[in-house]
């Protein structure tokens, strides 16, 4: 690894691979926020107190990971997974693990010393492929993978240049990308590309939980570097802005498991960068991490209790480091009800976190049936050798009325179906999507 490389190809690295996001800017706006239609208000938990926020190493040594694993700190399935991008001295990568593992630089889904630089990974619905940026020296483009790196494969081969920021969606269906001013989707197998809309500075297209709609960031009506939060139909109609201009956003986004909030990060007046909620039925916007930190690439947890992201602990959050711009980037977790932040729990350098599963099961929820589950077997009990009573297709609905049970080495819920019927169905990531969630209480 070389201990000494030039600044304007940290810079050129910075830049690409985390899609033209403006992060080596030394001027903030005044202000962290500039809203004209969104209230804010103080959050409904105290703020961690950052005296309690764990610090960095004094004396950091690359690439070492932490010894807390991330699935101490999320208690999620042993079989969820985690996919980040590394970027530290011209080293730059792909990386997968199980949550139940130490995030290591041990499963690589494509790596490189050189010029070539990965980024801005997602995960397929049934957590076999990713997605993500490939730069090679010329442009950079959309590639998918296996997770173990084989069978990789551009996105397109049509001729658009600049290709950033791919989202899979969750019923599998379409891939979210843009080009830095339009916004593109395609199906996985390359097929049917369709243009939704053109927006200046479009960044970080993201896909809502039931796959109908997709957030994303612009500045169409700013001055560069504000942009506002957008999202518009899967079909390009109805296009609105849910936030006024947010300084400096140029961070990835993500929606909660209920479709119902949206985080995302702001440049602050000292030149950080916190991160926030929104709420989209009311438009209130709530901080949620602040700190001395560079907070950016939130990502929420399918059960909705965490939040994952990526920061650097640079005071001033602007000195230029060989490292990156504000110094080695490292993966967090914070509870999304108390605020409470982990330990660091990835090697430095790990920026974009991924999870996997997209969508997870919860009480009361009503889920649609996808393409990759067709033919769901609905059960008497909570067994593979008990009594089918159905079998749901493609769009079909349930309703989650109890469970979880763990049987045949499956987990189980016990759901209704539109037509009344009542069984067990096996919890398969990827084979059902959100349709209806209860409005949480006020």
Request: with cysteine; aromatic share 10%; hydrophobic share 35%.
């Amino acid at each position: 690894m070389p201990t000494k490389i030039p600044r304007l190809f940290c810079l050129l690295v910075v830049v690409v691979l985390l899609g033209c996001s403006g992060v080596g800017e030394k001027t903030p706006l005044a202000t962290p926020f500039a809203p004209t239609n969104v209230r804010f208000t103080s959050p409904t938990t105290t703020p961690v107190a950052l005296s309690t926020v764990p610090a960095f190493p004094a004396t950091p040594t690359m690439p070492q990971p932490t010894p807390t694993t991330l699935a101490a700190a999320l208690k999620f399935d042993k079989n969820a997974k985690i996919a980040f991008a590394f970027l530290v001295l011209g080293n730059t990568g792909i990386y997968t693990s199980n949550l139940s593992e130490k995030l290591t630089l041990e499963q690589p889904v494509g790596w490189d010393s050189g010029i070539n630089i990965y980024g801005s990974p997602t995960w397929s619905p049934d957590g076999q492929s990713l997605a993500f940026e490939f730069y090679n020296g010329r442009g950079t483009s959309i590639y998918i993978a296996n997770q173990d790196g084989t069978n990789r494969r551009p996105l397109t081969n049509e001729l658009i240049d600049a290709l950033y920021n791919p989202n899979w969606s969750p019923d599998n269906n379409y891939i979210a990308f843009t080009n830095g001013a339009e916004l593109y989707i395609i199906k996985p197998n390359g097929a049917g590309l369709k243009k939704l809309i053109f927006l200046r500075a479009l960044t970080h297209p993201t896909w809502s939980p039931d796959g109908k709609r997709i957030a994303f960031l612009a500045d169409q009506e700013t001055n560069y570097p504000e942009a506002k939060l957008y999202i518009i139909d899967k079909d390009g109609e109805n296009l609105r802005a849910v936030t006024g201009p947010i300084a400096n956003n140029h961070s990835r986004i993500s929606w909660s498991p209920d479709g119902q909030r949206l985080v995302f990060g702001s440049m602050t007046a000292d030149g950080c960068r916190d991160l926030s909620i929104l709420e989209l039925s009311t438009g209130v916007v709530t901080p949620f991490i602040t700190s001395p930190w560079f907070e950016k690439d939130p990502v929420w947890s399918a059960d909705g209790k965490y939040i994952v992201f990526s920061a650097t602990n640079k005071d001033t959050c602007r000195e230029f480091t060989a490292e990156s711009p504000y110094g080695p980037y490292q993966l967090f977790v914070a509870d999304v009800n108390t605020q409470a932040i982990s330990s660091a729990i990835s090697p430095e350098g790990a920026i974009e976190p991924a999870l996997w599963p997209l969508v997870s099961i919860h009480l009361g929820w009503t889920y649609q049936v996808t393409e990759l589950g067709k033919n769901l077997n609905v059960r008497e009990q909570p067994s593979l050798s008990s009594q089918k009573l159905d079998s749901l297709m493609g769009t079909e609905t349930f309703t989650v009325l109890d469970g979880p049970v763990n049987a045949d080495d499956y987990q189980w819920w016990k759901i209704k179906t539109k037509n009344e019927i009542i069984g067990w169905l096996v919890d398969m990531p990827g084979w059902y999507i959100l349709d209806t969630a209860p409005t949480p209480n006020p």
